[in-house]
């Protein structure tokens, strides 16, 4: 079966950190552009941030950059999103996504999405 799945959601402090994890099953990641996305109720799906198959360019949405890092692990084929100085405002659920071209990766159209998983920033 092929499939992403998302884990290391959960509670944090605002100013705390804490990485989610998208691992692939059923396709290598190697050949995948992955990005992260998040949608808050009531509110329009964001991208946050991908990474390139061909290079391992990255990119990151304004609202993350120099806090969020997005990293690859081929050989656990799994991608990263590490989370820090997280702001209440983080709080929503986040998505991973994977497609081979990374331009369908930007667009939100990815052929491969994930359940999400839940990130809450509170004191």
């Known amino acids: 079966q092929v499939q992403v799945v998302e884990s290391g959601g959960g509670l944090v402090q605002p100013g705390g950190s804490l990485r989610l994890s998208c691992a692939a099953s059923?396709?290598?990641?190697?050949?995948?552009?992955i990005g992260w996305f998040r949608q808050a109720p009531g509110k329009e799906r964001e991208g946050v941030s991908c990474?390139?198959?061909?290079?391992?360019?990255?990119y990151y949405a304004d609202s993350v950059k120099g806090r969020f890092t997005i990293s690859r692990d081929n050989a656990k084929n799994t991608v990263y999103l590490q989370m820090n100085s997280l702001k209440p405002e983080d709080t929503t659920v986040y998505y991973c996504?994977?497609?081979?071209?990374?331009?369908?990766?930007?667009?939100?159209?990815?052929?491969?999405w994930g359940q999400g998983t839940q990130v809450t920033v509170s004191s």
């Open positions: 996504a994977a497609d081979a071209d990374l331009g369908t990766v930007v667009a939100g159209t990815a052929d491969y």
């Open positions: 059923g396709f290598t990641l190697d050949y995948y552009s």
């Open positions: 990474i390139s198959s061909s290079d391992g360019s990255t």
